[in-house]
C-alpha cells in the first residue's frame, strides 16, 4: 500500500520561504506522477505542482509559478516543495498525492494522498 507523509507546513511572515516534503513508501517502480495540492477553507483543492519519479519535466499550476519549486530525491522516495515569496493568498493546507495518470493537474489523476501539512503566511 502506497502511503505518503508530508511535513514542512507552519508560519510565516509574507515574504519569507518554506520547504515542504513529502515522503513516500510502498510504491513500486515507474513514472508515476507525485503532485502537490493545496485547499484553503471554503475552496476547492487547487493543483500547485507535480513531478514525476523517472522524467524529470516539473509542472506548476499557475499560483506556483515563478515562486515554487519541486524537486524530487529518488534515493529517499522524497519530494519536495520550496516555496518563497510566500503571500497571505498561498494559506492552506498542502497535500502530496501520487497518480499513474498520464495528467497530472487534476485531483482525479491521483491515486493515494498523504494527510496535509499546514502553511499560514501572516501580512
Known amino acids: 500500500q502506497v502511503q505518503l507523509v508530508e511535513s514542512g507546513g507552519g508560519l510565516v511572515q509574507a515574504g519569507g520561504s518554506l520547504r515542504l516534503s513529502c515522503v513516500v513508501s510502498?510504491?513500486?517502480?515507474?513514472?508515476?506522477?507525485v503532485g502537490w495540492f493545496r485547499q484553503a477553507p471554503g475552496n476547492e483543492r487547487e493543483f500547485v505542482a507535480a513531478?514525476?519519479?523517472?522524467?524529470?519535466?516539473?509542472f506548476y499550476g499557475d499560483s506556483a509559478k515563478g515562486r515554487f519549486t519541486i524537486s524530487r530525491d529518488n534515493a529517499k522516495n522524497t519530494v519536495y516543495l520550496q516555496m518563497d515569496r510566500l503571500k497571505p493568498e498561498d494559506t492552506a493546507a498542502y497535500y502530496c498525492?501520487?497518480?499513474?495518470?498520464?495528467?497530472?493537474?487534476?485531483?482525479?489523476?491521483?491515486?493515494?494522498w498523504g494527510q496535509g501539512t499546514q502553511v499560514t503566511v501572516s501580512s
Open positions: 498525492a501520487q497518480g499513474s495518470s498520464n495528467r497530472v493537474n487534476a485531483r482525479d489523476d491521483y491515486d493515494f
Open positions: 510502498g510504491r513500486t517502480v515507474g513514472d508515476q506522477a
Open positions: 513531478i514525476r519519479w523517472i522524467s524529470n519535466s516539473p
